[in-house]
């Protein structure tokens, strides 16, 4: 399908510090799933590319020093994976998904200044890391993805990682 390489087109440009080439790319992508998704609302795979295009468009506007531009779809992208764990949480991938864009969110977040929204977004997403990890549900982004949480967390507070198999309270 084009959006998927246009997609890959965007981010081999990324790699390259192609940043404005990129954002272009990924644009185009957005648009073309956005109207596959008019025509078929309902289809959950539409929905998850979305979710991940949106993350790494996210993804990529930081690293073009745009956090700000990325907050948008990075919220976007978080609750169309919110959604889909919902309706299906036995899909490791889509969970860990939901694990990275949270992650990216809150690297933003904390790129704006927003602290305490990006220690919420941190703690929400090694939560769930370590719920994926003690189910044993195998993803992508697994690995060491409690330990590097607990960094980003001790490096925004200043305070010493929770053990990874502690997960922090819920309000």
Known sequence: MLNYSLASLGDLLATQKKYPESIA???????????????????VTLIAGLAYALGRMGDILIHSGDAPGALTYLRRAVELNE?????????????WNLVTVRTTLADA?????????ARDQYARARESAVALTQKN???????????????????????????????????
């Open 25 to 43: 790319r990924y644009r185009e992508t957005l648009a073309l799933i956005e109207t596959k998704l008019k025509a078929e609302p309902k289809n």
């Open 83 to 95: 959604n889909l764990v919902a309706d299906d949480p036995t899909n490791a991938n889509v969970a």
């Open 137 to 171: 549900m195998q993803g992508v982004p697994q690995k060491d993805a409690v330990e590097k949480l607990d960094a980003k967390l001790a490096a925004l507070t200043g305070t010493t990682t929770m053990p990874a198999t502690t997960a922090p309270q819920t309000r």
């Open 109 to 117: 977040l904390a790129a704006v200044g927003s602290i305490a929204e």
